[in-house]
């Protein structure tokens, strides 16, 4: 094999059988984005494909065997990310009804609901995930849709009380759905107990809504032309008491509420946390898009010529300096976040496949997909858009795939969580310790709960494996930048410095009133989601450092770890104010971590094209135009 072929071995991680048999598979079944279509045509072509990727076992393996699908959540995530690096409006469209709808109808509910799984894996239910609201898109809690049980016909009235309550940018809900998975606050006996999710139908067969639902179209958005999003309405919808999806909370036939879970907050976490697979795929597919574009950005750069060097003869793109320091760093992320998405879809499939999970466990997991989505869709977004400028004027035609990549990932920062939200989530659960007491992202809750003990807290969730320690240990006296323990400790150090100066600010409004709690939150606010940036960092750098070891081919492990110091400088140097700033770097070590960063771009610069053909992208399927030519 070559060195391509064991850097493809090492990023693909425990599914590589999957990513195979979609190399495989996927090119033959023509899923290509195509721009001559008008935006039903698209729509429908890419509801099209959807039936294509049945047979592939992809949308069977999200649900469990008792369920009627083949139970390999990792398999299903997976999955998913290999669609994106064909068209991301197909990605979309599976996510929303395997992922969400389905995922929803799996996870929620119960025993009574699972006649429903085998219709939702070949598509003759076709559904939708109504949670974002006109009025509330992060702060889930505050819903204003109401369903309201009426004991007399045992069945819940689902209603949109004002125009606010609107579901919104909904995904299957323009065109192809026939029934909603609706978010909802649940009322019965004149009490509210909080958002649940019931089982709405919205159309009929012949695609007409049905009384008392009105859905309209978004039309034409930004990007993912392929997929129909729309709104919901409900004007008094009547569905059957069976149709809430009761796991986490029941109504009897005279309208009593149980709940396993008693707390509000505990119980609204705990149904999110079992959804945590879009937010999972949402991440793991925007880093597949962003291979897509830096793999044709990079393969250009590797034919374009331009300006007469010193010979005389034009130089290629690739050996000017400017270029490849636009172009590795974002290669070297790429494969960090590889390796950090792997590792977090292996926890997402052990912690699935467990009868009993830890719940603490449970809430590390959701906190590290909340970060990682956070981080992986901003390095998308970013990779793309250099990818575009990269190869210039060509970047910006459609026949080379980078313009509508640029227009179909810009949402991907937005929907499964903003991603500012998301890191003030993660700093929420690093600042209180995972405190049971404190639910959502409330400033008054988190700045009581701030764990006055955060510093303890701290070093031992970030106690390194053994292989981290170790190399933490091993770390020379003169703190050599390019030493993998050094650049561990930096990263270490300052996450947990970070935090711990948070928890000190946030502290001081501990007993406080309302109003000045929140001021002191609101002041430190910038400083709550940095929390969560430098603890997503330094999983990043341990995650990529794990993956080195585990490589089997000793050349591939040796190139990978001048990819890791790339990522790892590239990091220190985008945050060298704060570390210059706390004395962690003098002037001259500064200085050295610039001088570093270029000179592994001249290491890696002669190994570019393997590095691309790493990612396991054929040339063939990348689809640019500029690449054939």
Sequence with gaps: MTLADELRIALDGKWRHVRDDARHTLPGL???FDHDLDLEAARQRTFDQLRLLI??????????????????????????????????????????QWGLFGGAVANLGTARHDALIPRIIDLSLVGCFAMTETGHGSDVQSLETTATYDPATQEFVVHSPT??????YIGNAARH????AVFAQLVTRGQSHGVHCFLVPIRDENGDDLPGVTTSDDGYKGGLRGVDNGRLVFDQVRIPRENLLNRYGSVDEGGAYSSPIENVNKRFFTMLGTLIRGRVSVGGSAAAAAEVALSIAGRYALKRRQFTGGDGSEVLLADYRVHQRRLLPLIARAYAYRFAQNQLVARMDRMQTTDDPDPLQQRELESRAAGLKAVLTWHASQAIQEARELCGGAGYLAENRISTLRGDIDVFTTFEGDNHVLLQLVAKELLTAYAHEVGGLN??????????????????????????????????????????GTQLELFEDREQHVIETAARRLQKAAKADAAEAFRVFNNAQDHVIRCGRVHIDRIVLEAFTAGIARCEDADAADLLRQVCHLYALSVIEEDLAWFMGHNRLSDQRAKAVTSLVNRQLEVLRPHLLTLIEGFGIPESTLGAQILLD
């Excluded at 469990?64 to 068209?87: C, H, K, N, S, Y």
């Excluded at 809750?445 to 003990?453: C, L, N, S």
């Design 443 to 484: 400033p008054l809750g988190m700045v009581r709960f701030v764990a006055t003990t955060v510093a303890d807290e701290v070093r031992e969730r970030t106690a390194a494996s053994q292989l981290i320690q170790r190399l933490i240990d091993a770390r020379p006296g003169d703190h050599d930048l390019l030493d993998r």
């Design 30 to 32: 023509d899923l290509a």
């Design 177 to 180: 759905a026939t029934m909603a």
């Design 163 to 168: 125009p606010s309550a609107r579901k919104q």
């Design 55 to 96: 047979p592939t076992g992809i949308p069977a393996a999200g649900f469990r065997t008792a369920q009627g699908g083949t139970g390999d959540p990792g398999m299903a995530v997976t999955g998913i990310e290999m669609l994106a690096q064909f068209d991301l409006s197909l990605m979309v469209k599976a996510g929303v």
